[in-house]
């Protein structure tokens, strides 16, 4: 559920889903509430509507149960068709590269590497 609540979030724009999540997290790391109960779900989002005027906790709603799950099985579809069986699992899309992942601990080192590779790309000519 709470997956599906960031995508039905994320779904009115990517800020309100990054938001969204940073709440979630907040939620379960910080405060221990359960992520996997409505109730909560759309009280984190009557929390970033309060913060973030645009956020439309009615349609965050009726998206929950329609095009968030939608939204959360493509997400999925994507994963096992990359055969990402470990969380997480970042995937680094540059345009005419195919993608890069990384699953699980990875050092920072390896993030910045993988990065700045992707980068250097970008500005090749």
């Not at 055969?83 to 601990?105: C, E, H």
């Amino acid at each position: 559920p709470a997956c599906i609540a960031v995508k039905s979030a994320e779904l009115q724009s990517a800020e309100y889903g990054a938001r969204y999540l940073s709440l979630a997290r907040k939620a379960v790391m910080v405060e221990s509430k359960n992520i996997a109960r409505l109730q909560t779900l759309f009280d984190l989002a009557a929390d970033l509507s309060r913060q973030e005027n645009g956020f439309d906790c009615e349609l965050f709603g009726n998206d929950l149960q329609d095009r968030g799950i939608d939204a959360f099985r493509r997400d999925w579809q994507e994963a096992k068709y990359r055969g990402i069986t470990r969380f997480p699992t970042l995937v680094f899309k540059t345009p005419g590269r195919p993608a890069a992942v990384l699953s699980g601990y990875q050092t920072y080192e390896t993030l910045k590497s993988l990065l700045n590779s992707q980068k250097d790309h970008n500005t090749d000519p």
